[in-house]
């Protein structure tokens, strides 16, 4: 196989590719995030705090299989995440509205999704009242909730930026060589949602200044990410 063929920032050769197809043929491999896993390791695919890349690995795969480059395993829970999260589902009746002013709540606080419970419950009330839906986030991710004593405020998701999104270029001043150098830096707000039954001024300004916060946090020297910074 010849040329060179790029796939989510990363050029792979003809001897990538078949490296790739050979995993794929692999029975110690079965699933598609096994393949992603093992693709990272064996082409040293890592970000900046050499983490590897099984999400843009993961993307990278199903381009090749839609080239015609490779053949992939069936996917392990097809649809699943529709058939659970349905767009735009009926949410019932709405719990009682929270109507104070944001001095009152007392302290707001980001709190990342951190168990498989958390996350059923981010993906419903999305699901149930963002005007998007619910659809897995792309690349990277990051889901957080607003909450103050405890109580869920407001949903965020952070997502991988783009990698090729011509008017943030022009606007930024990026050629191909800084985009791919940068690009690392750039996250997507995917998903902002103050519940409809939460009425506190200002509480978007606050949760965003969070947000803003750890993203400040998270940046260290010119181009480089705190070990500390959460895993967009």
């Known amino acids: 196989?010849?040329?060179?063929?790029?796939?989510?920032?990363?050029?792979?050769?003809?001897?990538?590719?078949?490296?790739?197809?050979?995993?794929?043929?692999?029975?110690?491999?079965?699933?598609?995030?096994?393949?992603?896993?093992?693709?990272?390791?064996?082409?040293?695919?890592?970000?900046?705090?050499?983490?590897?890349?099984?999400?843009?690995?993961?993307?990278?795969?199903?381009?090749?299989?839609?080239?015609?480059?490779?053949?992939?395993?069936?996917?392990?829970?097809?649809?699943?995440?529709?058939?659970?999260?349905?767009?735009?589902?009926?949410?019932?009746?709405?719990?009682?509205?929270?109507?104070?002013?944001?001095?009152?709540?007392?302290?707001?606080?980001?709190?990342?999704v951190s168990s498989r419970a958390e996350s059923a419950q981010w993906n419903e009330l999305i699901a149930s009242h963002h005007y998007l839906g619910y659809s897995p986030l792309p690349g990277a991710q990051r889901r957080y909730f607003v909450t103050a004593s405890g109580e869920p405020l407001a949903l965020i998701g952070i997502s991988a930026a783009a990698w090729s999104c011509k008017p943030r270029d022009d606007f930024i001043g990026w050629d191909p060589k800084r985009r791919a150098a940068r690009l690392h830096l750039v996250v997507g707000n995917s998903r902002f949602l103050v519940l409809p039954w939460v009425r506190v001024p200002n509480l978007a300004s606050a949760s965003l200044g969070l947000l803003a916060q750890i993203a400040h946090v998270a940046m260290t020297a010119e181009g480089g990410v705190s070990a500390k910074s959460p895993s967009w």
């Open 1 to 112: 196989m010849n040329g060179t063929y790029c796939y989510c920032g990363r050029d792979f050769s003809g001897a990538d590719i078949a490296l790739v197809a050979e995993l794929c043929k692999d029975p110690a491999l079965p699933t598609r995030a096994s393949i992603a896993r093992e693709l990272c390791t064996r082409l040293g695919w890592v970000d900046q705090m050499s983490r590897p890349k099984t999400m843009s690995a993961r993307v990278a795969l199903l381009r090749m299989a839609d080239d015609g480059l490779i053949v992939l395993p069936p996917p392990a829970n097809a649809h699943n995440a529709n058939r659970r999260w349905p767009w735009r589902a009926d949410p019932g009746p709405l719990p009682d509205r929270i109507q104070v002013p944001l001095d009152r709540l007392g302290p707001v606080a980001l709190h990342p």
